[in-house]
């Protein structure tokens, strides 16, 4: 009965909804692929562009980077992620207090999608042999969490 109890607390989100929890968080970016950003602080646009998921981490030690067309994001940067629909397409928004990083994936999925140019030619195409055709690579610093 206990389990049971357990599993009515485990959310399900279809959507829209809000993620508190960091390893939901990483389960939804880790294979976004190719993405439009939107980086807003107060409500405001401050910039924006395409770019690659390219790594997702969960640690105290790393920064949230957006630079050539690459994203490597820190979920602990950010407080919480809601996910949501804008105008027919999903977009999901990483939230700090006044600042938002909106992410809106491509719109063919990364895993129906050949890799693109800038895929490829990066690192000599080893992103694709070091980390899978469609997924960023993933790491956690609290490894004693999973038990």
């Not at 279809?14 to 993405?35: F, K, M, P, S, T």
């Not at 996910?83 to 939230?95: A, E, I, K, S, Y």
Request: net charge negative; with cysteine; proline share 3%.
């Amino acid at each position: 009965m206990q389990d049971r109890d357990h599993e009515s607390q485990l959310q399900c989100i279809v959507e829209e909804g809000i993620l508190l929890n960091r390893r939901d968080i990483v389960r939804v970016l880790r294979d976004l692929g190719l993405v439009r950003y939107v980086d807003m602080y107060d409500e405001r646009v401050r910039t924006s562009g395409d770019g690659y998921v390219t790594s997702v981490v969960a640690n105290y030690s790393s920064s949230t980077i957006i630079a050539n067309r690459r994203l490597y994001l820190n979920v602990n940067n950010f407080e919480y992620m809601r996910l949501g629909v804008d105008g027919g397409q999903t977009v999901f928004d990483l939230v700090n207090r006044n600042r938002t990083i909106r992410l809106i994936p491509a719109d063919t999925p990364v895993l129906e999608r050949p890799p693109a140019a800038h895929e490829e030619s990066f690192a000599g195409g080893r992103v694709t042999s070091l980390f899978g055709d469609s997924l960023a690579e993933v790491y956690f610093d609290d490894e004693e969490e999973e038990e």
